[in-house]
């Protein structure tokens, strides 16, 4: 197959592997080959397409945040050929959820609809924060007022079995991507070099985060390459979460002391 243009793509999970899939101006359904190798534990995506046919295969393009990029895909009959060939206990796993679970609900709704462990937004923390700090203006002593800020950060951290990359982890967050890394680097965990983000001494010896290998097809050779991206364990975020949830706690706490003295004038 030729280059081709997607127009809709739906980011999903398997197993928490990220995974694209690419709904083509025909209504053909196709999937990232780099992303699809990674969850079959295949190393060299270029071994593995070698494997397919050339109406299995191709090259499309997708709009992302830095512009158009190709990436290289395969069609569904190219996917089941790869997930007849890996031996892995994941490959029949990844086959019948892509066959009962995802492609139903592509064709039906256009999308797939993640279940995820609901997390708080923003405003009801908010609202929890403030309604404890009332309660402590008038009821609590100095030892509650200390403990609480640590009760509200426990309900902000949602379960996950691996580490995040900044943008996933501003969505579990719920604070977006770039506030994420501005924490990482005023906080000391992360470091900007030539451009990209780089777990710092600091980070790496708290275990807040970590730099790991992700494979990526090169744009323009179409080779398999290797590059380090910056992640965040599930300590970093929790400590993320943690932080947030005692500054608005604290924030609140401040304006309600504030009414309080305005009442008593």
Not at 73 to 87: D, V
Not at 213 to 227: L, M, N, S, V, W
Not at 239 to 257: D, F, G, S
């Given at each position: 197959?030729?280059e081709?243009?997607v127009?809709?793509?739906?980011?999903f999970?398997?197993?928490?592997?990220?995974?694209?899939?690419f709904?083509?101006?025909?209504?053909?359904?196709?999937f990232?080959a780099?992303?699809?190798?990674?969850i079959?534990?295949?190393?060299h995506?270029?071994?593995a397409?070698?494997?397919?046919?050339?109406?299995?295969k191709?090259v499309?393009?997708?709009?992302?945040?830095?512009?158009e990029?190709?990436?290289?895909?395969i069609?569904?009959?190219?996917?089941?050929?790869l997930?007849?060939?890996?031996?892995k206990?994941?490959?029949?796993?990844?086959?019948r959820?892509?066959?009962?679970?995802?492609?139903p609900q592509i064709?039906k709704?256009?999308?797939?609809a993640?279940?995820?462990?609901?997390?708080?937004?923003?405003?009801?923390?908010?609202a929890?924060?403030l309604?404890?700090?009332?309660?402590?203006?008038?009821?609590?002593?100095?030892?509650?007022?200390?403990?609480r800020?640590?009760?509200?950060?426990?309900k902000?951290i949602?379960?996950?079995?691996s580490?995040?990359?900044?943008?996933?982890a501003?969505?579990?967050?719920?604070?977006g991507?770039?506030?994420?890394?501005e924490?990482?680097?005023k906080?000391?965990?992360?470091?900007r070099?030539?451009?990209?983000?780089k777990?710092?001494?600091?980070?790496?010896?708290?275990?807040?985060c970590?730099m790991?290998?992700?494979?990526?097809?090169?744009?323009f050779?179409?080779?398999?390459?290797?590059?380090?991206d910056?992640?965040?364990?599930?300590?970093?975020i929790?400590?993320?979460a943690?932080?947030l949830?005692?500054?608005?706690?604290?924030?609140?706490?401040?304006?309600?002391?504030?009414?309080?003295?305005?009442?008593?004038?």
């Amino acid at each position: 197959m030729g280059e081709t243009l997607v127009t809709e793509i739906t980011l999903f999970r398997f197993e928490n592997k990220p995974l694209e899939v690419f709904v083509q101006c025909n209504g053909d359904i196709v999937f990232d080959a780099a992303e699809v190798c990674r969850i079959l534990e295949l190393s060299h995506v270029g071994s593995a397409l070698r494997v397919l046919d050339e109406d299995e295969k191709g090259v499309h393009t997708k709009h992302t945040l830095g512009g158009e990029q190709k990436a290289a895909f395969i069609t569904e009959p190219g996917l089941y050929k790869l997930i007849s060939r890996s031996r892995k206990p994941e490959a029949k796993r990844f086959d019948r959820w892509v066959r009962h679970d995802v492609l139903p609900q592509i064709r039906k709704t256009g999308g797939y609809a993640v279940q995820a462990p609901r997390a708080l937004t923003e405003q009801e923390i908010v609202a929890q924060a403030l309604q404890i700090t009332t309660r402590q203006v008038a009821e609590l002593t100095a030892e509650v007022t200390v403990l609480r800020p640590q009760a509200e950060a426990l309900k902000v951290i949602t379960e996950a079995d691996s580490d995040l990359g900044v943008r996933d982890a501003g969505r579990e967050l719920q604070i977006g991507q770039n506030r994420v890394v501005e924490f990482c680097l005023k906080h000391g965990w992360a470091c900007r070099e030539g451009g990209k983000l780089k777990a710092a001494h600091y980070g790496l010896d708290k275990k807040y985060c970590r730099m790991c290998a992700a494979p990526y097809t090169d744009r323009f050779t179409g080779e398999t390459k290797i590059r380090e991206d910056f992640r965040l364990t599930r300590k970093g975020i929790e400590r993320i979460a943690y932080r947030l949830a005692k500054q608005l706690t604290a924030n609140r706490e401040k304006q309600a002391q504030l009414a309080c003295e305005m009442e008593l004038h």
